[in-house]
């Protein structure tokens, strides 16, 4: 299902045991595009989704023999990834909240408005092609090369495993460049999956993480006595990966004298550990990255000039996030999955919430975002997460007037945060975004719901746990 495309809006299955609601309810979906079926109970529902899965199911909550609660969970035994409406009378609104607990995705009261329901299928169908895209690309590439590490569909990701998948097979040494947080080590992971190596150690080392004394120790191993403290031999990193691949990161960080020793041994394929005059032989496949401008850093005289040409026989660069927006939401929806896993209270992204994050620059890259999505996840009281739990600066709010530099990000400038605990952190900003639309529109608190992408009676709790005063009386 692509949403994108007028001759496949997606396949939906009205379950109502009224046959002139649910008739109406079809006729209403079918006029806008969508592929619609319909079934007079629970007990044909399942039968028809066990033939042909659908997209979205709309249901009724006040049927018999199978109840809308019943057949919410038994359709989603059959249909994992469907949406799950349920349609329910104004006084069985404790049953609809629970059976989004169960697994619905939103509920609907009759009698609605036609605008309203044909807006709630919209936003149920797009969760519902979004999450078939993590599936998608995910087991794509999974499928194809046995990874599931990579996620993304932008053209740019697209470049960067096309070139990786064709470089991975042969030995050459590979350099990786991108910011920080693009995912350079997945990248050489990736890099070791598809080669012939794949069965054999992956050793990562991260230069910047170890002093220089201690660097030449850590990859090439040392003798017994060779310094203070070395009270027996040990092999390097170079000898751990033996017939496996070594990477590299953070490559420019080293020293020049470690630098030419480093190049000895991508020259001859042996290694000499400290305090020893032999070498050893070592088959290993080394993959580098840096997140600076390493050709710059040649120039400038801090990088070998020799040793850069030793490692860049095939480079690959990463694209920071701001260059892959597409990206964002299958992004987001892969890191909500498994922060789901491991909480007990299970969430889910609001399309409000996408089109919020779609508009931050991410100077953090793919890290921040990871970042965002499981504070969110670990913080929010409620399932549905809206723009309230993700509080960042959109690109037009930290826009300073002078505009963006030609080929450069501009710095983040995060709201300023709350001083004490996270969580008062978050409280904060919530607080000011609430207040913020309430001085816009203070006597509707319906109208302040929509503009913050939440439900009337989640931003009324919001407002009572923040102390937020308002003359605006509670939502029914």
Sequence with gaps: MDPQSPESKGKVLVVDDQRNM??????LLRAEGYQVEEAAGGEEALTMLAARPVDLLLTDLKMEPIDGLTLLKRALEVVPHAQVIVMTAYGSIESAVEAMRRGAYDYITKPFKEGELVHRVQKALERAYLLSQVDLFAGEFN???????????????????????????????VLITGESGT???LVARAVHTLSRRKANPFVPVNCAAITESLLESELFGHARGAFTGAVKARRGLFEEAHGGTLFIDEVTETAMSFQSKLLRVLQEGEVRRVGESSSIKVDVRTVAATNRDIEREVAEKRFRQDLFYRLNVVSLTVPPLRDR????????EHFLMRANERNVRKHRLSQNAVEHLMKHDFPGNVRELENLVEQAAALSETEELTPIDFPLRTRAARHDGAGLLAGRSTPTAELPLASGTLADAVNDAERRAISAALEKSPDDLAHVAEQLGISATTLWRKMKRLELKTTIPEPP
């Design 22 to 27: 649910r008739a109406t309810t079809a006729m």
């Design 143 to 173: 499928q194809r090369h046995g990874l599931s590490s990579l996620v993304g569909r932008s053209q740019p990701m697209r470049e960067l495993i096309s070139r990786l998948s064709r470089v991975a097979p042969s030995d050459a040494t």
């Design 183 to 185: 995912g350079k080590e």
């Design 325 to 332: 927006l597409d990206d964002v939401p299958v992004l987001a």
